[in-house]
């Protein structure tokens, strides 16, 4: 089945740690991107790739890098730069209509 | 920069109820898209709309896009528990490259 992959699905990072999350998709979509989930706050875009090697900084991208390598594989580094990692992380991809989403990672700070 | 406010924030009903959210945009919508997503999951997508007036249903559920393309409602009809869930908007501005903004999210409660 077609669809896209979070992993894992719970993450903690300690004290000036980097973590990395990763998203695999098989939809053969070209655009995907990261969104960060606090509670009350809907969904707030990080970073966002239209195609391999090429991404873009969303609204709240400090702290954060992505690499897009291959058109399946879109991972999100969270850096020590981050202060207030602790939120839900989903990732998703495009097709001409809509956007497709996973199921998500629950990062938390130790 | 398009925001999307939806109302209400939360919502408890009683199942069989009906019930309606709406969700208002700061500017002309170009693409508005609804996804439900259970706590802790990820978004599942259920319509979208983009041509003023239009209506799509799916099951019970029906969503509008008012003639001026700056509003729109999602309306469920006797609910049920399996409805229960957080209702997001989200809006494809034109030239944004497919950078949909999201409203912040209405909490349904169902209560058997």
């Known amino acids: 089945d077609g669809g896209i992959t979070q992993s894992p699905k719970y993450l903690f990072r300690k004290e000036g740690q980097n973590v990395t999350l990763s998203c695999e998709q098989n939809?053969?979509?070209?655009?995907m991107y990261w969104y960060r989930q606090d509670p009350g706050q809907g969904l707030r875009l990080i970073y966002y790739?239209?195609?391999?090697?090429?991404?873009q900084k969303g609204d709240i991208a400090e702290g954060y890098s992505v690499s897009r390598e291959k058109k399946e594989s879109f991972p999100l580094t969270v850096t020590s730069a981050q202060k207030n990692p602790t939120a839900f992380y989903l990732c998703?991809?495009?097709?001409?209509?809509?956007?497709?989403f996973g199921s998500g990672t629950q990062l938390s700070v130790l | 920069s398009q925001e999307l406010e939806q109302s209400p924030q939360s919502l408890i009903v009683q199942e069989g109820k009906n019930l309606t959210i709406n969700c208002t945009s700061s500017?002309?919508?170009?693409?508005l898209y609804w996804y439900k997503q259970k706590y802790g999951e990820g978004l599942i997508f259920l319509m979208m709309?983009?041509?003023?007036?239009e209506e799509k249903s799916h099951e019970k559920i029906t969503a509008k896009l008012d003639e001026k393309k700056q509003q729109s409602s999602l309306h469920i009809t006797a609910s049920q528990p399996s409805h229960a869930g957080i209702y997001l908007c989200?809006?494809?501005?034109?030239?944004?490259?497919?950078?949909?903004?999201f409203g912040k999210g209405t909490l349904l409660t169902v209560n058997p």
């Open positions: 500017k002309t919508l170009y693409g």
């Open positions: 790739s239209q195609i391999v090697n090429d991404f």
């Open positions: 709309l983009q041509k003023g007036g």
């Open positions: 939809l053969n979509h070209d655009a």
């Open positions: 989200g809006a494809d501005p034109p030239d944004s490259n497919y950078k949909l903004t």
């Open positions: 998703a991809s495009m097709d001409p209509e809509k956007l497709f």
